[in-house]
Nanobody, 128 residues
Framework: QVQLVESGGGLVQAGGSLRLSCAAS????????MGWFRQALGKEREFVAG????????NYSDSVKGRFTISRDNGKNTVYLQMNSLNSEDTAVYYC?????????????????????WGQGTQITVSS
């Protein structure tokens, strides 16, 4: 079992920044590929960013590329999502997720079905 606890959500003005954190426990963190997903009201959950077990490989959705940065600290069992230049389309519930079945230390999977543990979600609201 993997427990994931997100923090850092809230209300921010358009153009502002926020940083999300996700603390993991229950399993060796360096054995987990990690991802961030989001779900806006009335929409499907979508991939935002993912990072491989060793932190070498990273993927972003086109909608956040250049504005968001995912990182991990294996010593602190934590993954982060730095979000800059936020706009109203970033308003959503953001979820941290762990993938225990990644093939190797360098893989990052984009599909939500690949992630088998999820946090409770944290709301991000961007006001214009």
């Amino acid at each position: 079992q993997v427990q994931l606890v997100e923090s850092g959500g809230g209300l921010v003005q358009a153009g502002g920044s926020l940083r999300l954190s996700c603390a993991a426990s229950g399993r060796t963190f360096s054995a987990l590929a990690m991802g961030w997903f989001r779900q806006a009201l009335g929409k499907e959950r979508e991939f935002v960013a993912g990072i491989s077990r060793n932190g070498v490989n990273i993927n972003y959705s086109d909608s956040v590329k250049g504005r968001f940065t995912i990182s991990r600290d294996n010593g602190k069992n934590t993954v982060y999502l730095q979000m800059n230049s936020l706009n109203s389309e970033d308003t959503a519930v953001y979820y941290c997720a762990a993938d225990t079945g990644t093939p190797g230390n360098y893989a990052v999977r984009l599909a939500a079905k690949s992630y088998n543990y999820w946090g409770q979600g944290t709301q991000i609201t961007v006001s214009s």
